[in-house]
């Protein structure tokens, strides 16, 4: 089977409202965004703590005039940095999430960019109360698609490992979840890391996914840029091409040693990937 072309390649980059993320380029938005575009990428995927701090007209304009794509949003640094999460036991606290949910989504509406769903979820307590917490987090997870598919988008949930949430962990909990909201707004997305984590295996786990996959995060088993570990990448690239998997493969890694170092090795490391395969744009055969 022929590589699928449709599969086009991003970095994230965070949104100019602030936040920092240590799994993305943070600071100079314009800068960050040059960046992006000289490794070779068709796309910025956006950190976004706060949209009501953003113009969305302006970063699309800056975006576009590189020639790049926005392909879609993640939200954790609602969680990371203000403690949202679309299940706290406080009811307050809960609305805010999802608030704020809501104007992410209105945001990533100007691209009709899926909106993942991580930390976002929130933790399960211990004992009893995790069963009402969970059935608090299905509730928002059916009140979050809703809205998303009046404004065009996917909401994405994404399986985490057990080192940094409680919930959610294996890609089959994962499709579990996608299965139990049962929404055609809510679907899944796999992040490479988690995956070699929490998965026996990392193309089956790709593979049980295929028709419920929207997006995919890629890195290295330390977290540092594609190349920088021991993940067999070219595997995973050719998994999804196989699959037919036609959405976008999104870096999400440390930017260390520097940001400058960890955009140009991925950039670098995915170009010799794909030119072992036919069919990919020329510019990643440079």
């Known amino acids: 089977m022929s590589p699928a072309t449709g599969m086009r390649l991003a970095y994230t980059v965070a949104a100019p409202d602030g936040g920092g993320p240590p799994l993305a380029l943070h600071g100079d938005f314009a800068r960050n965004l040059e960046l992006v575009r000289s490794a070779g990428f068709d796309g910025a995927e956006l950190y976004v703590k706060n949209p009501t701090h953003l113009d969305p007209a302006l970063v699309a304009r800056q975006i576009e005039d590189l020639g790049l794509a926005m392909p879609a949003v993640c939200t954790g640094e609602v969680y990371g940095t203000d403690g949202l999460s679309l299940g706290d036991e406080d009811l307050a606290a809960r609305q805010a999430a999802l608030d704020r949910t809501k104007r992410i989504i209105e945001f990533a509406a100007h691209w009709k960019a899926p909106v993942n769903i991580g930390r976002l979820r929130g933790p399960l307590p211990d004992g009893s109360a995790a069963a009402s917490t969970a059935a608090r987090v299905e509730e928002a997870f059916r009140a979050a698609a809703e809205f998303a598919d009046g404004c065009g988008v996917t909401m994405a949930l994404e399986p985490i490992n057990?080192?940094?949430?409680?919930?959610?962990?294996?890609?089959?909990?994962?499709?579990?979840?996608?299965?139990?909201?049962?929404?055609?707004?809510f679907r899944l997305m796999l992040d490479l890391y988690h995956v070699h984590l929490e998965d026996p295996g990392v193309a089956a786990a790709f593979t049980a996914a295929r028709h419920v996959l929207r997006h995919v995060h890629?890195?290295?088993?330390?977290?540092?840029?594609?190349?920088w570990g021991h993940l067999n990448l070219k595997e995973v690239i050719a998994t999804l091409t196989y699959l037919d998997y036609e959405g976008w493969v999104s870096v999400e890694a440390l930017q260390v040693p520097t940001p400058e170092a960890a955009v140009a090795q991925s950039g670098r490391h995915l170009r010799e990937i794909l030119t072992t395969l036919d069919g990919w744009p020329d510019r990643f055969r440079r």
Do not use: M, Q, Y
């Open 162 to 185: 057990k080192h940094e949430i409680n919930f959610i962990n294996t890609t089959a909990e994962g499709i579990a979840w996608v299965r139990r909201v049962e929404h055609p707004a």
């Open 218 to 227: 890629v890195c290295d088993s330390n977290r540092l840029a594609p190349g």
